[in-house]
């Protein structure tokens, strides 16, 4: 899987480009605030239709722009099964995404089209960091390998919204809501049975890659575990029936703290997992050597895990990821990328990747230009 060509309108900085990417390393290279992250921004929304920097697509929309009608990103992606151009477009009012011309009405028709894995100096945080950065880490790899997986997160999050807003609607109104708390309930149940035995599954696969790339990048005979730890408690974490059944009697039996707190305090919006290095939580014990290398690890078992459910491999971002890493892991990621994928990295010096594996493609990028 690979993007042959990219086209950029009015995308923040990025004004007017039209870009073809090699196979291999295609590297992006220029000072700071110049719009390299803003290029591999755009490429993230062909994979998931949102940002990895915001939630507001307005921020994405230059301010500058005489007769502004709108930002188009679009690309033309090779695949085993043929070319397909996707795109995205919005302006404020309104927003599209497009597959082969045509509008699709769901993001969930987007997502798994362009399967990708970013690594931002954010990620780094992945051992130490809030639980959310976790539980978003597993949403989006799961999400891109299985649209049943990506409805069940999309429905449990607008259930969770619901609910929510009934329980402070209760407390200032006084009104009877148990009635329409129990739909809500066993729709929480049923969607989240599925993400919590989906969760199970994937960190069990994703532990496996991680622990071989550890080993192969700490040169160490350490063990790294990815360990999940489901706000439902269940020796049967594959049964998502019996999940499903747990879930709705803990949601019953905690309703009445809900209502005096005003929001749904159990499930799966609350999960976590733990990276366990030696059979110590590497959040408390490891050095910020190991922590670092757990995350490398994992992200490159996301690549992994992505090739496995797809049966191609997914881009790889890297965003000015190696100003953030020391020589000998910059080497050991670098030395650990199969030469099959399509790789972007931005960077403002070249050389400290290229010393250690050939770039295709060289691209500076000057105050939103491609030069």
Do not use: C
């Not at 798994?112 to 790899?141: K, S």
């Amino acid at each position: 899987m690979l993007i042959q060509s990219l086209q950029l309108r009015n995308f923040r900085n990025l004004h007017n480009i039209d870009v073809n990417f090699a196979p291999g390393i295609n590297i992006i290279h220029g000072f700071n605030a110049q719009g390299k992250t803003n290029l591999l921004e755009a490429i993230y929304l062909l994979v998931t239709g949102r940002s990895f920097r915001t939630t507001n697509d307005q921020e994405m929309i230059p301010w500058n722009i005489p007769d502004y009608e709108g930002t188009l990103i679009r690309a033309v992606i090779s695949k085993a099964a043929g070319d397909e151009q996707l795109a995205v477009f919005f302006n404020g009012r309104e927003k599209r995404v497009l597959v082969d011309g045509k509008s699709v009405s769901r993001l969930a028709q987007l997502i798994g089209r362009l399967n990708a894995v970013l690594f931002t100096p954010t990620d780094l945080l992945l051992v130490r960091g809030a639980p959310a950065l976790r539980r978003r880490f597993l949403d989006i790899a799961i999400g891109q390998t299985s649209a049943q997986y990506l409805d069940a997160l999309q429905t449990y999050q607008q259930v969770l919204k619901n609910r929510n807003a009934l329980l402070k609607q209760a407390s200032f109104r006084q009104v009877e809501v148990n009635v329409q708390l129990d739909v809500y309930d066993k729709q929480l149940a049923q969607t989240g049975s599925v993400i919590m035995t989906a969760r199970h599954s994937a960190l069990v696969e994703l532990g496996n890659f991680a622990t071989a790339h550890y080993t192969k990048i700490a040169d160490a005979k350490e063990t790294l575990e990815l360990k999940y730890d489901p706000d439902i408690p269940s020796e049967a974490l594959e049964n998502q029936s019996e999940l499903q059944g747990r879930f709705q009697q803990l949601l019953q039996h905690t309703r009445s703290d809900d209502l005096r707190r005003l929001s749904t305090s159990r499930g799966p919006h609350r999960d976590d997992f733990h990276f366990i290095i030696q059979d110590f939580a590497a959040r408390h014990f490891a050095s910020q050597g190991q922590q670092r290398t757990a995350v490398l690890s994992t992200k490159m078992a996301e690549m992994d895990y992505l090739r496995t459910h797809t049966g191609e491999s997914p881009l790889l971002m890297l965003d000015d990821l190696m100003s953030e890493l020391d020589e000998n892991r910059k080497a050991a990621l670098l030395a650990h990328l199969d030469s099959s994928l399509q790789i972007f990295i931005t960077t403002t010096d070249p050389e400290t990747i290229t010393r250690y594996a050939p770039a295709q493609r060289l691209l500076k990028m000057s105050a939103g230009i491609m030069l």
